[in-house]
């Protein structure tokens, strides 16, 4: 998953830091070096260094997603996504390149095309802003704003193991992902994961579309929200006028519950954990729940990160995938069973500066503080967090100061 923002020009100055790995065998299994962005796959990650080329690793020899290719090495790239088995990148030119499957479309597969173009579609024949991965599906958006997206033409049953129907009297199966993609061009944000994605538009608003078998798409939330993700079978939010979170779709494992859960009697444990009870595999969210700065959706679990940059995670725990490091950090990905993050360090860098603040006597510093005094004063709504500068202070302008946050560009927004 990787969500970002249309309209953000590519960082002329960016943070980097160390990168910290938990969950499913990678703690002791991280590279070295420093690096600006990362992304998580099923076996898989991958991650911009600091110097703006790829860096990749973990377990997928069957598509070699665990090596860059040849010919993306020493490549300069702006944004990662990892899926299930693809990984995509966004090129400073605004086109997209990966590997894996499916990670660019077939132009002779029908399935692999995008709606409403002309034929052969690629993502090289425009420019892209953003870019999102999922399992077996892959998303973008436009320069016009519009979505993209190519991947399979349709999930067989319900996308869960039992192929319950989402609703009473709703047949299992198959849904749409390719022609059910939502048409506009105001769209600013995706996020994939699973076999669904969720975009937000300009105003603040989300549409869903894919997969439906646990109401991931269905009960999708309504309202304005300044950060959202999509988790495997679960989607998240955070509303823009009281910044509570919100969450929807599966919770087997109390993913998406911001108060711990208490499993039924038939609540099925995981092979791994049938030795020792249901209880080792699952981890509780704190109570009260803080005030969140971002969320993301894992496979059946949730991490969250507050306003200082610390990091909290709850839900499955089978292989420690909610047990999130200590630290504040730059950014973090955990979409599927592990996490990375990249840790917050100081550095005599110029960054962009908000609370007006120094932390050495020859650069600025855009820290945890600017962070927290932009949430502070957004939520008074103060002109000043009017970040896009259209004369509204709304989810739009959160969002593009999260991004600024994770790229980091040096000088005022």
Not at 52 to 63: I, K, Q, V
Not at 94 to 115: F, K, R, V, Y
Not at 277 to 305: A, D, E
């Amino acid at each position: 998953m990787v969500v970002m923002l249309a309209g953000v020009e590519v960082a002329r100055g960016q943070q980097a830091g160390p990168l910290v790995g938990w969950g499913e065998g990678w703690k002791d299994n991280v590279p070295a070096g420093y690096f600006r962005a990362v992304s998580t796959g099923w076996k898989h990650s991958i991650a911009i260094r600091a110097d703006g080329t790829l860096h990749a690793w973990g377990l997928a020899p069957r598509y070699g997603l665990d090596v860059v290719p040849w010919h993306l090495m020493g490549v300069q790239v702006i944004a990662v996504a990892a899926g299930y088995e693809h990984n995509l990148v966004l090129l400073p030119d605004g086109t997209i390149d990966g590997w894996g499957e499916p990670a660019l479309p077939d132009p002779t597969t029908p399935c692999n095309m995008s709606p409403g173009g002309p034929p052969p579609y690629s993502p090289v024949n425009a420019r892209y802003v953003a870019i999102a991965a999922g399992e077996h599906i892959s998303v973008a958006i436009r320069e016009d704003g519009s979505l993209a997206a190519w991947g399979e033409c349709y999930s067989p049953g319900c996308g869960d193991s039992s192929c319950n129907p989402c609703r009473t009297g709703t047949p299992p199966g198959p849904w749409s992902f390719l022609s059910a993609i939502p048409s506009g061009n105001d769209f600013v944000a995706i996020s994939a994961t699973g076999h669904y994605a969720i975009a937000q538009r300009a105003n603040g608003t989300l549409v869903a579309w894919g997969v439906d078998g646990h109401c991931q798409v269905t009960d999708l939330f309504t309202g304005v929200v300044a950060a959202f993700s999509a988790g495997h079978q679960h989607g998240l939010t955070l509303t823009a006028s009281t910044f509570a979170y919100t969450g929807w779709g599966s919770n087997g494992y109390g993913q998406r519950d911001s108060t711990p859960w208490v499993p039924t009697p038939t609540f099925p444990c995981p092979g791994s954990c049938l030795a020792f009870g249901c209880s080792p595999c699952y981890k509780p969210p704190p109570v009260p729940l803080p005030t969140l700065f971002r969320v993301g959706g894992g496979y059946n679990h949730t991490v969250g990160q507050l306003p200082n940059l610390s990091l909290i995670g709850w839900g499955r725990n089978s292989f420690g995938q909610s047990d999130v490091p200590a630290g504040n950090f730059y950014a973090f990905s955990s979409n599927y069973d592990h996490g990375f993050a990249i840790l917050d360090v100081d550095s005599d860098d110029s960054y962009l500066n908000f609370d007006g603040g120094t932390s050495s006597s020859i650069a600025t510093r855009f820290t945890v503080s600017d962070v927290a005094t932009f949430h502070q004063e957004w939520v008074a709504g103060h002109h000043r967090t009017d970040v896009d500068g259209d004369g509204v202070i709304n989810g739009a302008d959160y969002l593009r100061f999260v991004d600024l946050y994770s790229r980091t560009v040096g000088g005022a927004p």
